[in-house]
């Protein structure tokens, strides 16, 4: 057995460490610095309690993206050092982030141990390479991300840490082959074991998801469907279960072989990055050859997101967790004794809120960033939560899970098409849709996106719309204005959160602006970018009216994007005519 021994190093605080929505998510050069890496994952280690490091066992893996292998090195040793016990890894360093979440509540180790917490190697939907974004989070034994209460402490130990430890002669280990290896050091034995990165989480869908009723679905002449993994950690999950469990054909996936660079792309899984599975199913600017698939999915990075389209449709986020949750009942055997209850996060539109007051649901509104739904999933009260920011998920993990909505999804189309897979005409997913506004009403919806724009120019611009909140009759005077037909501002507020489980308060939440008919106008500043700041502005619509649920989306919200561009003097303040994305 080879032995090891652990070395103090002195170092000095870095700035900038601070913990954004989803971890700390930078440029790779600037994690490249000396002691950069060394000092968040020690700062994290000195955040949790020493029972949750000493003597225990971590999970290191993520979407493999450029610098993750070096870092996983890195983290290997720091962990050794700092007296774990076990370091568990996905093959090739690779686990989606709903797979750390899985393997971290389900996966029991060779000695009967579970896992204390995980590092997640990830910038999610941020490209990758040498000059782009890499990423760390720490998940608790709950599976889910560290709350505020950690991710604070994190970043005050980087404000004032000046040591670490590191097991510089612990040999690299081989993370290609499965297979257990054990060193030796102060502390006794310490083990590194490499697994395959698919199985607990294909065994978790199993115990969730019919798979036979998929099958037949998948199976029927009349269906067709298209899975992009944007070159992500979602392939091999694709390949997995896709292909092996539910038979589906090779040329229904695209993209499914993970790169470090995303191939170049952007791995966001929406309307303007997804370009090749979109014009597969004929939403894009020039019509595909031959007939649409019927269904179509991407995956960001780290395969927490997802988007879901028809042919020649596209399912907006913040309806597809509503449509998931008035359906995963019948539709999904894991749900078939009842939802605990729903959550989305503020920014999503409405459409879980009718759903939830039409089935008589408990239900939840928390900031954005997973992390506010564990505690409820933990305390029993949310099945079904979702972002508007194409994340989806429930129970099952402390994670949004991008396959899990994807098989949510074909489980509705199948149990729809149950007794009728082999008939002339399937349902459809803009049946299931625009069923689904019929019955609820529509949510138009749209966020605009302005990336990398100066950040002392967002603070001025979030401030004048803060201030502007002290007169709603200001405001109102403005408005009219700008447009005589959109209703009037009655309530306008920074969003604030109290968390019903631990009455934990999270402030500043974004600015929001309510209209008397259920419109809004929401502003936040993004917490994942890497450079400068990104605005992001999310504009709804409410349309209980069935006659004019069908209306396009960007004529039905023009009025209020109108309003909302000019009220917040949008080019004034950044520069920008247009927003870097609108989804
Ligand atoms: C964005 C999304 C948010 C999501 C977060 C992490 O955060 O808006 O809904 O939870 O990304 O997702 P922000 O602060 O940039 O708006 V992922 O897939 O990047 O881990
Ligand atoms: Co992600």
Known sequence: MVLFTVTRKETA?????????????????????????HNFVQATFNALSPDKVRGATIVVSGDGRYFSEEAIQIIIKMAAANGVKGVWVGQNGLLSTPAVSAVIRERVGKDGSKAAGGFILTASHNPGGPHEDFGIKYNMEN??????????KIYANTTTINEYFIAEDLPDVDIS??????????????????????????????????????????????????????????????????????????????NCTPKEDFGGGHPDPNLTYAKELVA????????????????????????????????????????SVAIIAANAVKAIPYFNSGLKGVARSMPTSAALDVVAKNLNLKFFEVPTGWKFFGNLMDAGVCSVCGEESFGTGSDHIREKDGIWAVLAWLSILAYRNKDNVDGDKLVTVQDIVEEHWATYGRHYYTRYDYENVDASAAKELMAALVKLQSSLSAVNEIIKGIRSDVAEVVEADEFEYKDPVDGSVSKHQGI??????????????SGTGS??????????????????????????????????LKLSKMEEFTGRSAPTVIT
């Open 531 to 564: 450079e400068g700041a990104t605005i992001r502005l999310y504009i709804e619509q409410y349309e209980k009216d069935p006659s004019k649920t069908g209306r396009d989306s960007q004529d039905a919200l023009a009025p209020l994007v109108d309003v909302a």
């Open 512 to 525: 929001r602006y309510l209209f008397g008919d259920g419109s809004r106008l929401v502003f936040r500043l």
């Open 280 to 319: 597969r199913l004929g939403l894009g600017k020039s019509s595909p050859e031959g007939e649409p698939p019927e269904f179509g999915a991407a995956a960001d990075g780290d395969a927490d997101r997802n988007m879901i389209l028809g042919k020649r449709f596209f399912v907006t986020p913040s309806d």
């Open 13 to 37: 605080p870095i700035q900038g460490q601070k913990p954004g929505t989803s971890g700390l998510r930078k440029k790779v050069t600037v994690f490249k610095q000396p002691n950069y890496l």
């Open 143 to 152: 599976g889910g991300p560290a709350p505020e209460g950690i991710t604070d």
């Open 177 to 254: 082959s499965i297979g257990i290896t054990s060193f030796g050091g102060p502390d006794g034995s310490f083990d590194v074991d490499v697994f395959d990165a698919t199985d607990d989480y294909v065994k978790l869908m199993k115990s969730i998801f019919d798979f036979e009723i998929i099958k037949k679905l998948l199976a029927s002449p009349k269906f067709s469907f298209c899975y992009d993994a944007l070159h992500g950690v979602a392939g091999i999950y694709a390949k997995r279960i896709f292909l092996e469990e539910l038979g589906a054909s090779g040329s229904s996936l695209i």
